[in-house]
């Protein structure tokens, strides 16, 4: 059973930055993808951005292109997610996820479906 504790999110306003970690842990092969999620009140969950944590390919919303980068460390066992010249609209809880599997197209990295493990979230709230 995959294990994930977010942490790093918080108050920023408009135009400044925050940095989100995921720490996965409990499990026997090291997940092929990660990613994180976003929901806001009233919005269905979305991909933000995903990584395969074997070759380092990486996948971003169209919304964050840009503005966030994923990156993973793998000797912590820790995803990161940096956001840059965040927007009022970046407000959301913020949702790590894990997949054992890669998905069969890379069009699923960001799809809810391609995941079994989540962290219980951290909130960012963006202010204007």
């Known amino acids: 059973q995959v294990q994930l504790v977010e942490s790093g999110g918080g108050s920023v306003q408009a135009g400044g930055s925050l940095r989100l970690s995921c720490a996965a842990s409990?499990?026997?092969?090291?997940?092929?993808?990660m990613a994180w999620f976003r929901q806001a009140p009233g919005k269905e969950r979305e991909g933000v951005a995903a990584?395969?944590?074997?070759?380092?390919?990486?996948y971003y919303a169209d919304s964050v292109k840009g503005r966030f980068t994923i990156s993973q460390d793998s000797a912590k066992n820790t995803v990161y997610l940096q956001m840059n010249s965040l927007k009022p609209e970046d407000t959301a809880m913020y949702y790590c996820?894990?997949?054992?599997?890669?998905?069969?197209?890379?069009?699923?990295?960001?799809?809810?479906?391609?995941?079994?493990?989540w962290g219980q979230g951290t909130q960012v709230t963006v202010s204007s």
């Open positions: 990584i395969y944590t074997s070759s380092g390919s990486t």
């Open positions: 996820a894990a997949a054992p599997f890669l998905p069969l197209w890379s069009s699923q990295a960001l799809a809810v479906n391609t995941y079994n493990f």
């Open positions: 409990g499990y026997t092969n090291r997940p092929n993808c």
